[in-house]
């Protein structure tokens, strides 16, 4: 290497020296080359520099010219010349610049001064493009700016002459829309006359037509015309066009927006209709239900009047009924509304507020109801409260009654009696306290039931709850006082004699104690002698006998008496009281036992020393027994010692542990002895007992140690066992590899079989001493751990033994490794050896599946043979190379985890053997696959032969459904003379059945020649047949008849005209055939039940009736007896189920005939489905066989047309069927209908014909009355005043004309609900002309109910001026005869009450006209009263600003009298007649009701400022008592009383009285215990109180009927604060130490003797200064002031306490007034308050109630409904029942009677506020013809 090295090292130097000189060379050529090119360059830029210097000096002088020729840019031929000029040098410039920049890709270092002159000559150049851009743009604006002025001209003059051209049409289009719509407001003004709103709407129709076309056609040209604005050249014109037109379709839009709503005028109008019907509709729904809430109205009336339970169930089922049908009409019409247009939802708007009030008037109804419901409720619940309250006070009166004993005075009864009489109370107390507990439960349960109903009756109910729960609270406070008082009387009785037994029950004790004193100290008993012993014994038993016996005594007093009271209440002071007398009991007895116990335990103590004793010595015996134990441990312990020995010493340390634990309790037990000496001793014994425990413990150690040596020696004696165990095992393993090593080293052929068993008992046998070794080491392990728990001395001589062991186990070990080692080396051998015998048995196999396969390539007869034994040759030699190889992987896996002794060799034998295994495996796997596709090919043709198969097959059922439906196909049959002939049948079997004639004499009627039926006799026969005529109208004609005949002859008789049906065909029809449709069962006999079943019949199957329908009465169903024509059995077959489910349908030919071909064509289309399924299969390869080649599927695709044929076949046989089965409904339909129509025309002409005539006669009727009433009706009331009987005649016929048109439209209603739901045919045609009858009736009716209301307003405005008219006449009359009113009205009425009206009429003459007088009386047909004859002549006015009363009429010259206040009432009397009176300022005389002053007064200022105004007659009425007093004073005297509801007539006032100083006091009035103040004095200065002398009941006591206390009996119980009243002085009881009194009881006036002082001293009765009696009635009001709500009138003779002192109240005079009865003319002066208001003789009824014909009930006229207004005829009187009524007439038909205003609180009638008279009345103007108006005074 290194010589080669040295000989390139050379080489490489050499060379280097040419190559740089020719380098040298180069380098000064190429210099010379570079000093050329610049050389060049440099002439090249000088000859460049001069031509950019020329260039650019040229273009920047051009540059000058061209803006001196453009000059200011504003010419266009200026602006070409200056961009003409600059183009040459612009050309110039880019030559030479395309020179500078190939000059500069050449020039080297020198491309600098290129760039340079580059960049100047680009400046320049930029400048001249720039000036050029500028002179383009400013030449195409200056173009631009000329064409646009002349555009700007020509355009201008084109669009002006458009304008002309669209004004026309403009115009014409706004008029035609104008027209259109005042067409379309002429609808509107047609109201409901449907037939000129038509006339108009069609109008409209044409108008808009009309409109459109002219709004079209201005559309039209002004889109033309904006379409050639849009083509102007100039902007500004076209501008001006687009904002001309745009205003123009502006203006068209807002023409069309007028016109569009009205392009829907004919649908609007169909809406229109349609909603008139739908509210006639709705209208016919919803008056049913307004008359069923009528209905639930006087229903809920009669709740008001009689609230029964009954009553009520009844009036919220006429409201729910209501409520439902007024639910249904809401509904309708919701439906109407939700599917209605605007118009119907318009004219739907009235109805819905009439149904709303509806509503709204049941939600009333049934809220009155429910308050009235609860009233009955609430009545039981306070009934049931007061009986069960009314329990409780039974109760405590009992109680009360129980409690006498102990009120008589007498304070220290006998103990027997005292617990009588505790005995009592407490019963009494408990069954009260249960009943107050049941009433407080129920009051509680009915406070919560009572916030469930409305407010205010729920508060009604609740304040009378919480009254009764107030009331029971005071009971049972009184109750629980009587149970303190009770049980304190208890306990202290029971305490008084109980505490004295115990008192001598403790002083026995104390004997006892001192007798057994001696017994006490054992000192002093050892000194005593034995008598001395004996003689404190006997007194001891002696004095514990007594005590014994007295504290028996005690306890049998207390402990039954403890456990009652526990029993009842563990925490009373009774209780606690008897457990401390118990417990001092118990203390006694205790020091009694105890005494004697000391006594008794002398001869005990005794025996307590001995047992000390013999307690030592127990000890001193165990003592010796632990020194003997410990000895035999000892010895026992001794490495000599024996097994007796040590059993010995093991028992000796048993027994002592025995004894010792047996001692130790008996010391334990002394140690808690009474006996202190035996205590002290057992103390010292445990000491010995202790050490003797350690003894014990020590010897139990030894022992111990000895049994541990014991078992390490047992230990170690298994450990070695085990261990000569395992080297047997090793042995065994030996052996056994001896053996395996003979066998695998034989010579000659080697036995696999057996070489293999002798090395898996090799293998065996290394396993089990391998698993013998570990379990022996495991051992070791756990001994050795075992012996660290031993003593250390014993443990490491063990642990020695131990190792020695191991290690032999060690040396075994080995000898087992070395075993495996063989193992090793001789298994990959015997493994080789194996695998060998199993692959030559797996090739084997393969070969012989191979040869098999190999036939079945080569062809032959038996193919399906050899292919099965190919099959499992395959399947063979398939599991015998899969087990070789499974054997493989397992050897290889085996070999893998072997790392130690890994075999490569092997490996690679066992991985060549593998890899051949694989390819025979693979070579297996093509053999099966050519026996796969030897099967494929085999399955192939089978399958193309059943594929064939299947078609060929549906093509044969094809041609056999094609055979059943051929009738189809068969012209000849007529469907519609099939259904002719059936319905012909079944007439003439009803026929014949009525008539009782067999078919065969009837067709024997029919028959010619050969038992043939003659046409001609067969239609004759028909014709006049009753079934078949419908009231004289033929159902059939003779020529469907004919054709009806055809159809009996048979369908094989082609020629129908030649042939004739026969005898025997036509009675073949008569047979009652049936066609199964649902699946049943057919029976032996007629009843279900015990039936057996003949068979079931199939769906379709035809039967014959052998028999008559039959009912089987068990199930009720009917069943008939049939034959089945499919095989003749005969049986009983349901027609149809209960729930209307039919089994049985009467039999049709041609229904049967469809049915079958029905189920064929059904069978067809399953079958091709079937198998257009099975060949989709056959090419999916479902199942286990494989999906089929393509060459198959090409074969099996060839019969897809074949397919196809057939299922196009059935779709047209499919389609035939349900052409004719359409065609055979549309018959049947046809048929049906024509019966119909000719039924529905009969009845359609009938009802048009009463309803034309009566709507004929409605008009007629019409005509007569409506053209006066409406001649009137438009004519003003003051022009009727001389028609006034044409007036009244008129609203009586109009009246009548109404009860005509509503009897009309009842019965029109009642005919439109039978036909409302046809929609066509007659019975429409008939809706619709009754509709419009209707429509007109309800139309007229409308119109004659404005016309009745209007001839009614204006009656009643004539009344009004009628009645004004005879006021004025009766004061007229009055003044001429100088009569007050009242002396006119006395004069006419005569001996009358009122006064006649004839006698008034006559009074009155001529003075006014008949017709006046007759309507301004009408109203009092009764007569006239007191009270309408002074309100008629009398006028009243008050004053609504102050003004003065002067004495003259003349303002000047009057002196003023008074000044009128606001609100002040006057009564006028005259108006100012002078001629020269003030027309600004009239005036009037009057009279001020206030202080009856007259004078003079301004009706207005001169500026028309009203001071007074006129009103009505003041009457009050009062709503609480009202006293009329005889002066102004209202400290006057009482004239009488006035009850609510009565009225008063005003003569005079209000004044108010002085201001007065009145004395006020608090107190409570003892009759009721009412708390409120009264008025000590009343205004005369006159005491109202009287002080009494009275008792007071200041603990309770008993009243008795005796004064001795033991004979007499109580009367009841005096509660405290109760009043009595002495009869007799007080008597003191000498006896019993009591002071006693006769007194009466203010409460029930009760007489009896009461204990004034018991004999403790206590203080029951004493006198009391603060009550008094009530001299002079006087009112108890709620609050200090007086004239407050007053609780009630205290009465004379009643007591009253003083709560308070008196007090002074300053108050302000009372308003009085001075008023008058007109009844009995009664006058009084009355003070006015808030309880009396302003009376009007008009009332509103607020509930229902009865009108009577007479004052005291009488005859019932007829009852008033709730919110009925009447008017009273006089003011309200009082009947003899006391109730307060008044005559009335009722504004709603005039009937007269009375009726009661009031009845306790129950309010019927309402008075309404008094009405301002009406202006035509007023005095607005107050001159001489508005006065005269009024009424001449």
Request: aromatic share 4%; proline share 2%; charged share 30%.
């Amino acid at each position: 290497q290194g010589q080669g090295q040295g000989q390139g090292q050379g080489q490489g130097q050499g060379q280097v020296q040419p190559q740089q000189g020719q380098w040298q060379q180069g380098q000064n050529q190429w210099q010379q080359q570079q000093q050329q090119q610049e050389a060049q360059m440099q002439e090249k830029l000088q000859a460049i520099s001069a031509e950019v210097s020329k260039v650019d000096t040229d273009a920047k002088q051009a540059v000058s010219q061209a803006l001196a020729l453009a000059g200011n840019l504003t010419s266009p031929d200026a602006l070409m010349q200056a961009e003409q000029a600059l183009t040459p040098h612009s050309n110039l410039m880019m030559e030479v610049q395309r020179k500078l920049a190939e000059a500069q890709r050449n020039s080297g270092p020198a491309g600098r001064n290129f760039v340079t002159l580059a960049n100047q000559l680009r400046m320049t150049q930029q400048q001249v493009s720039s000036e050029m851009s500028k002179f383009r743009t400013a030449k195409a604006k200056a173009e631009q700016a000329a064409k646009a002025a002349e555009a700007d001209e020509s355009d201008g003059r084109t669009f002006e002459a458009m304008m002309p051209e669209i004004t026309p049409k403009m115009t014409a289009a706004e008029e035609g829309v104008d027209k259109a719509v005042a067409a379309h407001e002429a609808i509107e003004s047609a109201g409901q006359d449907m037939a000129k709103a038509k006339a108009e709407m069609e109008e409209t129709e044409a108008a808009v037509k009309a409109a459109e076309k002219a709004l079209f056609e201005a559309r039209q040209i002004i889109t033309a015309k904006s379409n050639m604005s849009k083509r102007f050249m100039s902007i500004k014109v076209r501008e001006q066009a687009n904002v001309q037109f745009g205003q123009l379709n502006q203006k068209l839009m807002s023409v069309d927006t007028k016109l569009r709503p009205l392009k829907n005028i004919r649908q609007e109008f169909q809406q229109r209709e349609a909603a008139q019907q739908v509210l006639a509709e709705v209208m016919q729904k919803l008056e049913p239900a307004e008359l069923l809430c009528k209905e639930a109205e006087l229903a809920a009336e009669k709740v008001t009047l009689d609230a029964t339970k009954e009553i009520s169930d009844a009036a919220d089922a006429a409201n729910k009924t209501a409520h439902e049908r007024l639910t249904a009409v809401s509904r309708f019409l919701q439906q109407k509304k939700n599917a209605a247009s605007q118009v119907l939802i318009k004219e739907i708007a009235t109805v819905e507020e009439r149904l709303k009030k509806s509503v709204e008037l049941l939600q009333k109804l049934k809220d009155s109801q429910k308050q009235a419901s609860e009233r009955i409720a609430l009545q039981t619940l306070l009934n049931d409260a007061q009986e069960k309250l009314q329990a409780v006070q039974d109760g405590v009166n009992k109680a009360n009654d129980a409690e006498s004993p102990f009120l008589m005075g007498v304070e220290d009864l006998p103990m027997d009696k005292t617990l009588t009489a505790v005995k009592n109370c407490e019963a009494a107390a408990t069954s009260t306290s249960t009943a107050a507990s049941i009433c407080r439960m129920f009051l509680g349960t009915k406070l919560v039931e009572a916030k469930r109903f409305s407010p205010d009756m729920g508060k009604e109910a609740q304040e009378k709850i919480k009254e009764f729960q107030t009331k029971l609270e005071e009971l049972t406070k009184r109750i629980t006082s009587l149970k303190a008082k009770t049980a304190e009387r208890k306990r202290s009785t029971l305490t008084k004699e109980i505490s004295g037994l115990v008192k001598e029950a403790e002083t026995m004790a104390a004997k006892v104690a001192e007798a057994a004193a001696v017994f006490a100290d054992d000192s002093k008993l050892a000194s005593l002698s034995s008598d001395e012993v004996k003689a404190a014994a006997d007194a001891t038993t002696k004095a514990e006998t007594a005590a014994s016996a007295s504290i028996a005594e005690a306890k049998k007093q207390i402990s039954p008496r403890l456990s009652e009271a526990k029993a009842k209440d563990p925490n009373s002071s009774l209780s606690q009281d008897l457990a401390a007398l118990q417990a001092r009991i118990s203390e006694a007895q205790n020091q009694v036992v105890k005494c004697v116990r000391n006594c008794q335990n002398m001869d005990q103590r005794i025996q307590a020393r001995k047992t000390s004793e013999e307690a030592a010595a127990k000890v001193v015996a165990m003592e010796e027994h632990a020194q003997k134990t410990t000895d035999l441990v000892e010895k026992a312990v001794q490495e000599d010692a024996t097994e007796e020995t040590l059993k010995e010493a093991e028992e000796s340390i048993a027994s002592l542990q025995n004894e010792l634990r047996t001692n130790t309790r008996q010391i334990d037990m002394q140690t808690r002895s009474r006996d202190d000496s035996i205590r002290e001793s057992a103390t010292k014994l445990q000491e010995r007992v202790k050490v003797v425990q350690g003894n014990l413990e020590t010897a139990q150690g030894k022992i111990r140690l000895r049994s541990e040596k014991a078992s390490v020696k047992s230990m170690l004696e298994e450990c070695k066992e085990r261990v000569t165990e395992a080297q047997a095992t090793v042995k065994a393993c030996s052996e056994s590899e001896k053996a395996f090593v003979a066998i695998s080293q034989a010579e000659g052929e080697k036995d696999v079989e057996k070489e293999a068993a002798a090395l898996a008992d090799l293998e065996s046998k290394i396993k089990a001493g391998n698993a013998s070794l570990n379990s022996t080491k495991s051992l070791l392990s756990v001994k050795r751990v075992s012996l660290k728990r031993m003593s250390s001395e014993l443990a490491t001589s063990a642990f020695a033994d131990l190792d020695a062991l191991v290690k032999s186990l060690e040396e075994e070990a080995t000898t087992l490794s070395q075993a495996k080692k063989v193992l090793t080396d001789r298994q990959h051998e015997v493994v080789k050896r194996e695998l060998e015998v199993k692959f030559k048995a797996a090739s084997e196999l393969f070969e012989a599946s191979k040869k098999t396969t190999a036939k079945l390539e080569a062809g032959g007869e038996d193919l399906a043979a050899t292919s099965v034994a190919a099959g499992s040759e395959q399947k063979a030699a398939t599991t015998a190379l899969q087990d070789l190889d499974r054997l493989l992987n397992s050897r290889q896996q085996e070999m893998r985890r072997n790392v130690k002794e890994f075999n490569p060799a092997a490996m690679d034998e066992i991985a060549t053997m593998k890899k051949t295994v694989e390819e025979l495996q693979d070579a297996l796997h093509t053999q099966k696959q050519q026996l796969r596709d030897h099967e494929d090919k085999s399955a192939a043709q089978k399958l193309v032969k059943e594929a064939y198969d299947l078609v060929e097959g549906l093509e044969k059922k094809m041609q056999g459904t094609e055979q059943i439906a051929a009738p189809l196909s068969d012209e000849t049959k007529d469907i519609a003379a099939n259904i002719y002939l059936r319905k012909i049948l079944e007439a003439l079997g009803q026929h014949l059945q009525k008539a009782t004639q067999s078919p065969e004499s009837f067709v024997d009627k029919l028959i010619e020649a050969d038992d043939k039926v003659s046409e001609e006799k067969f239609v004759a026969s028909l014709r006049d047949l009753p079934e078949l005529t419908v009231e004289s109208v033929q159902l059939f004609s003779d020529e469907e008849l004919k054709a009806a005949y055809h159809c009996l002859i048979p369908s094989s008789n082609s020629d129908p005209k030649v042939e004739k049906a026969s005898k025997a065909d036509f009675l073949e029809q008569f047979k009652s055939r049936y066609t199964c449709v649902t699946s049943v069962a057919m029976t032996d006999r007629l009843a279900i039940r015990g039936g057996k079943s003949v068979r079931k019949l199939a769906v379709n199957e035809t039967l014959e009736a052998v028999g008559e329908p039959e009912k089987d009465e068990a199930s009720g169903l009917l069943r008939v007896k049939f034959r089945a024509e499919k095989d003749g059995k005969e049986g009983f077959v349901t027609l149809a189920a209960i729930n209307g489910n039919k089994f049985l349908e009467p039999f049709s030919a041609h229904a049967a005939l469809t049915q079958r071909i029905d189920q064929a064509v059904q069978d067809m289309s399953e079958a091709l489905v079937v198998t257009a399924k099975s060949l989709d299969n056959m090419m999916q390869g479902s199942g286990p066989r494989r999906p089929p080649s393509a060459e198959v599927k090409a074969d099996v695709g060839k019969l897809r047309p074949r397919i196809a044929t057939v299922q196009m076949n059935l779709n047209t046989l499919k389609k035939n069927l349900g052409a004719t089965k359409k065609k055979l409904a549309e018959t049947e339909e046809l048929e049906k209908s024509r019966a119909k129509e000719v039924m529905d025309r009969q009845k359609a002409d009938r009802m048009i014909k009463g309803s034309d005539k009566a709507v004929a006669a409605l008009q007629e009727e019409s005509e007569k009355v409506v053209p006066p009433a409406e001649k009137l009706a438009e004519s003003k009331a003051s022009e009727n005043e001389d028609n006034v009987e044409a007036l009244l005649e008129s609203e009586k016929a109009l009246q009548g004309l109404l009860e005509a048109l509503a009897e009309t439209k009842k019965t029109l209603e009642r005919d439109l609900d039978t036909v409302r739901y046809e929609t066509k045919g007659p019975l429409d045609e008939a809706y619709k002309a009754m509709s419009k009858h209707f429509r007109a009736v309800s139309q007229q009716d409308e119109q004659c109910k404005q016309l009745l209301s209007s001839i009614q307003t204006q009656r009643r405005k004539l009344a009004s001026d009628a009645r004004a008219a005879v006021a004025g006449a009766i004061r007229q009359a009055a003044q001429k005869e100088g009569l007050s009113a009242e002396a006119l009205f006395d004069k006419l009425r005569k001996d009358s009450p009122k006064i006649p009206i004839e006698e008034l009429s006559g009074f009155l003459g001529s003075s006014i006209k008949a017709g006046e007088m007759k309507l301004g009386l009408e109203r009092y047909a009764d007569g006239f009263t007191k009270l309408i004859f002074m309100s008629s002549i009398q006028d009243y006015m008050k004053c609504v600003r102050e003004i003065a009363m002067t004495s003259d009429a003349d303002v000047k010259t009057g002196k003023t009298l008074k000044k009128l206040a606001v609100g002040e009432f006057v009564e006028f009397l005259e108006a100012d007649k002078t001629d020269d009176a003030d027309k600004t300022m009239p005036r009037i005389k009057c009279r001020s009701l206030a202080d009856l002053t007259e004078g003079w007064v301004s009706l207005k200022g001169s500026s028309g400022t009203n001071f007074l105004e006129r009103c009505a007659k003041p009457f009050y009425c009062c709503r609480e008592e009202l006293v009329l007093q005889t002066a102004f004073e209202s400290s006057s005297s009482e004239v009488r009383r006035l009850k609510p509801g009565q009225v008063v007539e005003v003569l005079e006032g209000p004044r108010r009285e002085t201001a007065a100083e009145f004395l006020r006091v608090k107190g409570k009035a003892s009759k009721d215990g009412k708390t409120g103040f009264i008025t000590l004095k009343d205004s005369e200065g006159q005491d109202c109180l009287e002080l009494m002398k009275v008792l007071v009941c200041k603990h309770s006591t008993a009243l008795t009927t005796a004064f001795d206390i033991g004979g007499s009996k109580s009367l009841r119980k005096l509660d405290a604060g109760e009043l009595l009243e002495t009869i007799e002085e007080a008597k003191d009881d000498e006896k019993r130490v009591l002071s006693r009194a006769k007194v009466r009881t203010l409460r029930d006036g009760k007489e009896g003797w009461v204990t004034l002082k018991g004999n403790q001293g206590t203080c029951f009765v004493e006198q009391n200064e603060h009550h008094f009696t009530v001299k002079k009635s006087v009112a108890l009001e709620q609050t200090f002031k007086s004239g407050s709500s007053t609780l009630r009138q205290l009465e004379e003779g009643e007591v009253f306490e003083m709560l308070e002192e008196a007090r002074t109240e300053k108050k302000e005079g009372e308003q009085r007034m001075r008023g008058c009865l007109l009844s009995d003319k009664t006058e009084g002066w009355f003070t006015f308050s808030k309880f009396l208001t302003l009376w009007s003789p008009r009332y509103r009824c607020l509930r229902s109630t009865d009108l009577n014909a007479e004052l005291d009930a009488g005859a019932e006229v007829r009852k008033l409904a709730q919110g009925e207004l009447v008017e009273a005829f006089d003011l309200p009187q009082l009947s003899e029942a006391g109730l307060v009524r008044v005559k009335v007439r009722a504004e709603k038909d005039n009937s007269v009677g009375f009726v009661t205003i009031r009845d306790q609180g129950s309010v019927f009638l309402e008075a309404l506020a008094p009405e301002r008279p009406s202006d035509d009345d007023s005095l607005k103007s107050c001159s001489k013809e508005g006065l005269r108006r009024l009424g001449k005074t």
